[in-house]
Structure formats: structure tokens, C-alpha cells
């Protein structure tokens, strides 16, 4: 009998155990067999939500997959962690920190208390804010230094205060002002903001530095980098810098030394993570750009997302669906890693904001009080837009020795319906689901060459190589078109099923200490590549590569 792998917590191994055994069993069985047993498979096993629908059907599951992953979130008393997480627990215990982006998108009459204080009318005071300073942007009444109207703003950001509003402002191309582009600045790479700045006019550009600790290396070298270019461009007068520059932080100290006004800063709170800010003024560039009742719908998609997770039950509920599936996967099944893959061009940039999302929240080693975890916690994440994607990796999906479940996301409608684009997207979307869930058999392999007039020895050779191995799982998420509202509720959905799995995982997905050493390494080794003579103060392969970059 297969060991079972050790519970994250000892209350849990028994309906791990019972989980594990019935994996054992699921193994066993064909998708292709599953569906064929099953017609009404996809009714039994898709939700739909307002404007969404999630297709888990092509899983390697049966009601009692569900069931006892149901038990599992019952037992890890999922229902009590969202609860604490919607009212402001200081649930982030590593920071001692309340975990609110779901505040961010609360109506202005709800009420979520941190420390005694309710923080929705903070909230919306700031949402206040942006409308205002959009508004006089988007009316032309704040001009740059010459009075000219801003046609080019500019996020200098990084990670979360990067990540989140690019994606977004790319998936809302549709919604754009006219006379506005956006541009976004986050690699410390002087390429980044060299290849931006080269494009922009100084008198009709605005910056906004985004940064929560306004202390981040890469995006204060890009924005000091950027504020002495448009000295350099523009009458080199300090006076004119408030015109140009915004800041969006929680760290009101640094954005004024940086020679930002205190009124051209829009605040955000410790209890907003960076990873989960883009829903906050972190989002400004996104309501400068598609404007504030987009930004507005998008915050409203994603409220609607918060209340499906805390009312709807488990089985109901798509983000404990999709969560308690990537428990299954990871845990049961052994798959290493999950992919991406947007049937939406616009949606390009969802990989890459899922991946921090995702393996910054839940790439985490120890649990929740501090001691290593004995099974196995986030997946890899990646992924690429379809149909780019199977002309590239797809092969290794279909016929590698890998597992990699799928999400395919696809918008049924699209914003640019140009003679038979989006059928042929869609078409290949739900081929590939087929694909991947019945394969093709060796028997189906050889008519096929035998129909195209092989002979024996041929068929004998080839159709091995022809054979598809099917069962693969997949998620289908439509959404009936990429709104703002959707697209807040797609990525709400997201931040949940990853809330979910940690809950299961019994860690905290709302620190990030793994991305401190190499910070603190890097300082020392910026001062070393600077300071004359041979560095020695590290292993050897270490200072071999300092000390040859220096000779360069
Ligand atoms: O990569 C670590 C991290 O702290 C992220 O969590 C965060 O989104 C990013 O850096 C940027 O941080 P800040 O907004 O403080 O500049």
C-alpha cells in the first residue's frame, strides 16, 4: 500500500489518508471513460456565476473526489479562516497584519474594523481622491509645466505595484481614454526606463512612482533616474516637479523627502499586501487610463467574486473548487506545477501577474507557526496566451511525461470581432480541452495512418509516436466578455482559490520573506562592484563573478 504523505496538520490525516487511497484509485481511471459513463458529466461538474462559467469536468474526479475534498475544507475549517479574513483577524501573522483587499472593493456602507476603526470611509476617501485627480487630468485642468495637457503617464513600480496594474490596464485596452497611453517601468534594468523615457515628452508626461514601502532599490533608481530626466528636459526648475510626479505608497515620510507633495500622494494601508494592491490608488494608472467607472466596475466585479466565496457552500463555490483541485493535484496526484493559458490576447500579461500572485503567497516551506512543512506547498506557475502557447509548449502537455493541469480562460465575446478571428481562438480553446482529456488511442493512431495510405512497416513505426495519452485535467473559465467588471471578478477568483489552498496548506500566503536575503546580498555586492580592489568576502564562485565583472 502507498505511504501516505504527512497532513498539514494531525487533525487532517485521517481524510488525507482517505484522500490518498481514493487518488490510488482515480489513478486507475480514464477521463474519456469517465465522461462516456457519465452524459451529463459537464452539468454535474460546472458552476455558473453571473457572467462566468467554470467547466471543472475535465478533472480527474467523481462525486467522491468532491466529497472528500469537501470534508478536507470542512476540517481545515475554511469557512472560520474566511470569516476572520473578511473581518480584519490579523490573519497575516508573521507581520502581525489584517488582510484586507477585499475591503478595497466593500460598498461605502459596509463595515470592517481594524484596531476599533472601520476602514471603508478611508477607503472610499481615497477612491474620492483618485476620481478628483483623474477628472482634472482627463478635463485637461492639470496641465503639465507648459500647460499642456498630459497625453503619457508613466507607473514606476515593481512586483505588485507593477504587476497588477499593467496587466489590468493591458486586459482593459478596449476601455482606453483617447489621448492617453500608459506606460509601465519596473526592471532596474536601465533598458526598462531608458526604451520608455526615449518615446516621452517631458511637458505632457505624468509619473507615478508606486511603491508601498517607498524604499524598493529598483523603483527608487527608476524614479530618481526619471525625475533627472525631466529636469534635464524640461527647464531644470525643481518647482515643476509636482506637476509631473505623483506617488502612491504607504510611506508618507519618504514620499515627501523624495519631493513629493503630501497632496499628490495617494495613500494605501499596511493591511493591503503588495501582491493584492491593485484593487488600491496602486490601481491609479489604471483608472487614468480606462477611467474611474471602469475602475469602479472592476472593483464591483470583484465584490461580487468576495461574496460568492463567503455565501456560496463549498461545492457551490468557485474558488474552493478550483483551490480544493489544486490541493488534489499537488497533494495526490503529484503535479509539480499549473499553467496558465488566456485564450485572450488582452490577457496576455495573467500569467505573469498570477505567477507572484500565486508563488508569492503560497511558495512558502514553513508552516503557519514556523516549523517545515512535510508536504508539498504552491505549484509553479506559468503559462502563455493561447493559441501562441501550442505552437510552442503544448507538446510537452499532451505528450510528456509531466502532469500539468490547465486553466484555459476564454471570453465568449470578443472587442475586436474581425471575420472568423474568435472563432477559429475559440474553436482551438475547447479543442485542446477535448484533446487533452481523450487523448488518442493507439487503435484510432493506426486507422489514421492507415486512411492516409501508410503501409504496415510505416504504421509500425509511427504510431507510437502518434499515440496521445489523454487524462490530462483541465479547468475552462468563459467569461461572456472582458469587461471590467469580469476581469475584476476573474482576478478576485484567483486571489481566493489561492487563499483557499493555503488555509489547506496551513501556511501564511500573506508574507513574503523569501525575497529579503537576495536584497540584502545585493546591497553588499552593489558597494563591493563599486569599492577598489579585489572582493574576498564570499565563497569563491561568488567573488570570481564579482571580481570579473569589475575587471570588465
Ligand atoms: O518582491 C517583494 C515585494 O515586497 C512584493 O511583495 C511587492 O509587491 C514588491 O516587492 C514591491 O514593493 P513596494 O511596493 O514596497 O515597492
Given at each position: 500500500m502507498a505511504k501516505t504523505p504527512p497532513s498539514p496538520s494531525p487533525d487532517l490525516a485521517p481524510i488525507w489518508q482517505s484522500l490518498q487511497a481514493h487518488a490510488g484509485e482515480m489513478k486507475k481511471q480514464h477521463l474519456r471513460d469517465m465522461f462516456a459513463a457519465n452524459p451529463a458529466r459537464f452539468r454535474d461538474f460546472s458552476l455558473s456565476h453571473g457572467e462566468m462559467l467554470l467547466d471543472f469536468s475535465k478533472n480527474l474526479i467523481d462525486a467522491k473526489t468532491l466529497r472528500l475534498l469537501e470534508k478536507l475544507a470542512q476540517q481545515a475549517e475554511l469557512e472560520s479562516w474566511i470569516t476572520r479574513m473578511f473581518r480584519g483577524d490579523r490573519i497575516n501573522n508573521t507581520e502581525n497584519r489584517a488582510v484586507l483587499h477585499t475591503a478595497l472593493r466593500a460598498p461605502a456602507d459596509a463595515e470592517v474594523t481594524v484596531d476599533g476603526q472601520n476602514v471603508i470611509p478611508e477607503v472610499h476617501r481615497v477612491l474620492g481622491q483618485?476620481?478628483?485627480?483623474c477628472a482634472r487630468v482627463h478635463d485637461g485642468s492639470w496641465t503639465g509645466y507648459t500647460g499642456k495637457?498630459?497625453?503619457?503617464?508613466?507607473?514606476?513600480?515593481?512586483?505588485?505595484?507593477?504587476?497588477?496594474?499593467?496587466?489590468?490596464?493591458?486586459?482593459?485596452r478596449p476601455y482606453?481614454?483617447?489621448?492617453?497611453?500608459?506606460?509601465?517601468?519596473?526592471?532596474?534594468?536601465?533598458?526598462?526606463?531608458?526604451?520608455?523615457?526615449?518615446?516621452?515628452?517631458?511637458?505632457?508626461?505624468?509619473?507615478?512612482?508606486?511603491?508601498?514601502?517607498?524604499?524598493?532599490?529598483?523603483?527608487?533608481?527608476?524614479?530618481?533616474?526619471?525625475?533627472?530626466?525631466?529636469?534635464?528636459?524640461?527647464?531644470?526648475?525643481?518647482s515643476h516637479v509636482g506637476r509631473h510626479f505623483v506617488a502612491v505608497s504607504t510611506n508618507a515620510s519618504a514620499v515627501q523627502a523624495f519631493g513629493i507633495d503630501k497632496d499628490n500622494m495617494f495613500e494605501f494601508w499596511d493591511w493591503v499586501g503588495g501582491r493584492y494592491s491593485l484593487w488600491s490608488a496602486i490601481g491609479l494608472p489604471i483608472t487614468l487610463i480606462v477611467g474611474m467607472d471602469n475602475f469602479r466596475k472592476l472593483l464591483a466585479g470583484a465584490h461580487e467574486m468576495d461574496e460568492h466565496f463567503r455565501h456560496a457552500d463549498f461545492l457551490q463555490n468557485m474558488p474552493v473548487i478550483l483551490g480544493l483541485l489544486g490541493v488534489w493535484y499537488r497533494n495526490f496526484l503529484g503535479a509539480s506545477n499549473h499553467a496558465i493559458l488566456p485564450y485572450d490576447h488582452s490577457l496576455r500579461l495573467l500569467p505573469a501577474y498570477l505567477q507572484q500572485a500565486d508563488m508569492e503567497s503560497n511558495g512558502k516551506g514553513v508552516s503557519r507557526d514556523g516549523n517545515p512543512v512535510d508536504w508539498d506547498t504552491g505549484p509553479i506557475i506559468w503559462g502563455q496566451p493561447g493559441t501562441n502557447g501550442q505552437h510552442a509548449f503544448f507538446q510537452l502537455i499532451h505528450q510528456g511525461t509531466e502532469m500539468v493541469p490547465a486553466d484555459f480562460i476564454l471570453p465568449a465575446r470578443t472587442h475586436h470581432p474581425i471575420s472568423e478571428h474568435h472563432e477559429i481562438l475559440c474553436a482551438n480553446c475547447i479543442a485542446q480541452t477535448e484533446a487533452l482529456m481523450r487523448g488518442k488511442t493507439e487503435e484510432e493512431a493506426r486507422e489514421e495512418l492507415a486512411a492516409a495510405g501508410m503501409d504496415e512497416a510505416q504504421i509500425e513505426a509511427l504510431a507510437p509516436h502518434k499515440v496521445f495519452p489523454g487524462n490530462k485535467p483541465t479547468n475552462t473559465i468563459v467569461l461572456r466578455q472582458l469587461t471590467p467588471f469580469n476581469l475584476?471578478?476573474?482576478?478576485?477568483?484567483?486571489?481566493?482559490?489561492?487563499?483557499?489552498?493555503?488555509?489547506?496548506?496551513?501556511?501564511?500566503a500573506f508574507d513574503q520573506w523569501g525575497v529579503e536575503l537576495g536584497k540584502q546580498l545585493a546591497n553588499v555586492i552593489e558597494h563591493e562592484l563599486d569599492s577598489a580592489g579585489d572582493c574576498s568576502s564570499h565563497d569563491s564562485s561568488t567573488n570570481g563573478l564579482v571580481n570579473y565583472l569589475k575587471r570588465q
Open positions: 483618485m476620481e478628483n485627480f495637457a498630459i497625453t503619457d503617464i508613466v507607473n514606476i513600480g515593481i512586483g505588485g505595484s507593477d504587476l497588477g496594474p499593467h496587466m489590468v490596464s493591458t486586459a482593459l482606453w481614454k483617447d489621448g492617453l497611453s500608459a506606460h509601465f517601468v519596473s526592471n532596474v534594468d536601465g533598458t526598462d526606463i531608458n526604451e520608455t523615457l526615449a518615446r516621452l515628452n517631458p511637458e505632457t508626461t505624468l509619473f507615478i512612482i508606486a511603491s508601498k514601502t517607498f524604499t524598493t532599490r529598483e523603483t527608487m533608481t527608476n524614479a530618481h533616474t526619471a525625475r533627472q530626466w525631466f529636469l534635464d528636459n524640461s527647464e531644470n526648475r525643481h475584476g471578478k476573474l482576478i478576485a477568483l484567483y486571489e481566493h482559490k489561492i487563499f483557499v489552498e493555503s488555509i489547506i496548506w496551513n501556511i501564511n
